[in-house]
Nanobody
């Protein structure tokens, strides 16, 4: 499985970005697709995940109400729409895929496949 993330960039606070992650090499069914992020000097943290077949979504508290994760089965792509961005959202954003279970979707260890990351920088 290869995951190719894109869509990052520089945006002012309160602006929006949409990240995309195209998956190739596998047809997903029960897997979870997720977005994590890592800021300099900090650990990688969970942002959001979506179950491929049911589209059930999960968010970290800081993302709720501002970010939306979605998937397009036909394009084998997962998206992260980010609105009302804040400087503290600045990080390298990674997409991931794996056969997580509901109770473990927030843990990086639950995912087997990772994209290369796309940088999001939010200026104040």
């Amino acid at each position: 499985v290869q995951l190719q993330a894109s869509g990052g960039g520089l945006v002012q606070a309160e602006g929006s970005l949409r990240l995309s992650c195209v998956a190739s090499g596998r047809t997903f069914s029960g897997e979870f697709l997720a977005w994590f992020r890592q800021a300099p000097g900090k650990e990688r943290e969970f942002v959001a995940s979506i179950r491929w077949n049911s589209a059930t979504t999960y968010y970290t508290d800081s993302a709720k109400g501002r970010f939306t994760i979605s998937r397009d089965k036909a394009r084998n792509t997962v998206y992260l729409q980010m609105n009302s961005l804040k400087p503290e959202d600045t990080a390298n954003y990674y997409c991931a895929a794996g056969r997580a279970i509901t109770s473990s979707v927030r843990y990086a260890e639950s995912y087997n496949y990772w994209g290369q990351g796309t940088q999001v920088t939010v200026s104040s």
